[in-house]
């Protein structure tokens, strides 16, 4: 009893991590990108083209197909997949599937035929609108009002309505698609579909993940029905049920048995939403530790032994797997921005750290840039603002190394003014997410914070922690043994703050402020 298999269908891609509690070792971190191994969906990022840049979606098709590529990849390379003794994941979160026909009244999954054949006749709507879109505006004012104000929304389900959480994107289709709505008989998130795949019938939404809709109520785990009624007419039916996180949701389909030598009916554990999954692959279950994700979107997150909510609106209380909740902020801008500073000058990331380690100097002369290149969240922007402050060279992008350090810079200073809300000064940052890998931006971070900067040594935390959750619920054993076994901070990174930058920063800081806070003025007319 000693393999434990986690997944996290994210953005870009489908990742498969397999811990062994006996010896203690992660024997399996494998993935399955998008862009690169399913061009056939035309999602280089995983979202789909849209000429309106508010809308995104997914086909949720792919997420289907990568699935089978994964593991039958995995297989092929020699890895026994009968040593799995429990199942658990995770999946971008607030995106949506929606189904023609329950899960739960299909026949068992055809081993003759790849899944993404059998799942296609099911949908009633063919793409997932996804946690970039930020389409819903009119949706989240009319929530608002059918409830009183924003802030009751808040205080109901732990947020303000949001773009991007599937209650007002139900409602968006709803509106838009009436047919295809009365059509729809089951509603999932990316988390709840991609566990119902494995088990072959309808799997629960868990509290983590369902708490990112504007429709359960904290207080009572359970759908609010003046939230629902606001959302979208009955829409209680339409949703899959509710679980805790750490309930077995069902066993394995004979599918994978037969198809990838699976053992017969391995437990499946509920997934959850990436970022509660990483908040337990990064052994952060209880107060105190300020993790930052630095994903697509970056993502600022803690435990919290009690719901608090953001007093600007932008921040989220989601539920903690391990229990309790937890405190969320999205920034859309994170990889996205750097990305596209990099790609502006074919900078690699090599040469992107080095532009900020030895090229420039923290507070960059006093040349800041606005990096939002979509919509924000983290302040909420309806439209992208790319703009640069400094002498003209600078303005023209003609300088690519204090363009680098700008992009980081802004976005350290972001994630500190709009997490203060969180409480506590951080003792440290612990970060994961694949540009954590990147020195340049650790030492920004440890500057602008001024403090310590440590990195996790299993870096795919959201895949970690299902591997972790499937342990736990499974596998009876105790989170702080799988934490001291698993979630070891990586002794060879540990960036102290240089106390010498801490007055390039006051200043930056405030000159940073001051032309967000006009753009912001600017933007609200
Ligand atoms: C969180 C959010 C993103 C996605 C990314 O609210 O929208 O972090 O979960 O997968």
Not at 91 to 105: E, F, I, N, P, T
Not at 209 to 221: H, I, P, Q, R, Y
Request: proline content about 6%; charged content about 20%.
């Amino acid at each position: 009893m000693s393999y434990f298999l986690g997944l996290d269908s994210s953005t870009q891609s489908l990742s498969a991590l397999v811990v062994d509690t006996k010896t203690g070792r992660v024997v399996l971190d494998e993935s399955v990108n998008y862009g690169k191994d399913l061009p056939q969906y035309e999602s280089p990022q995983g979202v789909l083209p849209n000429g309106d840049a508010s809308v995104c979606h997914s086909d949720p098709l792919m997420w289907v197909e990568a699935l089978d590529l994964l593991l039958s990849r995995v297989q092929a390379s020699g890895f026994d997949w009968s040593k799995i003794r429990g199942i658990s994941g995770a999946g971008q979160q607030h995106g949506s599937v929606y189904l023609a026909r329950s899960l739960s009244d299909i026949p068992p999954w055809d081993t003759s035929k790849q899944l993404v054949e059998q799942v296609r006749p099911l949908l009633s709507f063919p793409t997932s609108p996804m946690w970039m879109d930020s389409s819903t505006g009119v949706e989240c004012a009319e929530i608002a009002e059918a409830l009183g104000s924003r802030k009751k929304v808040s205080e109901l389900s732990g947020s303000e309505p949001i773009e991007r959480f599937t209650g007002p994107q139900i409602r968006r289709l709803s509106k838009r698609h009436p047919q295809t709505y009365a059509a729809t008989t089951e509603i999932h998130l990316v988390s709840s579909f991609i566990a119902s795949l494995l088990i072959g019938k309808t799997a629960p939404i868990d509290l983590g993940d369902g708490a990112g809709m504007n429709l359960l109520e904290l207080s009572t785990g359970d759908w609010n029905q003046a939230l629902l009624d606001a959302t979208a007419p009955g829409l209680r039916e339409k949703l899959a049920p509710l679980s805790p996180s750490a309930e077995v949701v069902g066993t394995l389909s004979a599918y994978f048995s037969e198809r990838y030598g699976f053992a017969k009916e391995v437990p499946v554990v509920a997934f959850t939403g990436d970022n509660p999954s990483s908040l337990v692959g990064m052994g952060a279950i209880k107060p105190g530790t300020r993790l930052v994700s630095l994903g697509t979107s970056d993502t600022v997150f803690a435990a919290m032994d009690a719901p608090r909510t953001d007093p600007n609106g932008f921040g989220h209380v989601f539920g903690n797997p391990a229990g309790g909740f937890m405190s969320l902020l999205c920034f859309t801008n994170g990889s996205l921005a750097r990305e596209k500073v990099a790609e502006h000058y074919s900078l690699d990331w090599a040469q992107f750290a080095s532009a900020i380690l030895e090229e420039t100097k923290p507070g960059n002369n006093g040349k800041c840039m606005l990096p939002y290149f979509v919509p924000e969240t983290t302040p909420k922007l309806g439209a992208p603002a790319v703009k640069l402050f400094g002498d003209d060279e600078f303005v023209d992008w003609k300088q690519p190394a204090a363009t680098v350090r700008a992009v980081v810079e802004a976005q350290a200073l972001s994630i500190q003014r709009f997490s203060s809300w969180i409480g506590h000064e951080p003792e440290q940052l612990v970060l994961t997410g694949g540009a954590s890998r990147n020195p340049g931006i650790r030492r920004v971070l440890a500057d602008v914070f001024q403090a310590p900067v440590r990195v996790l040594k299993v870096a795919n935390s959201s895949a970690l922690g299902g591997a972790l959750r499937a342990a736990q619920a499974v596998g009876n054993s105790s989170w702080s043994d799988l934490f001291s076994t698993f979630v070891a901070l990586d002794p060879e990174v540990n960036v102290t703050p240089n106390p010498q930058s801490v007055s390039a920063y006051a200043q930056l800081r405030e000159q940073y402020t001051e032309h967000l806070d006009a753009h912001l003025r600017g933007t609200l007319g």
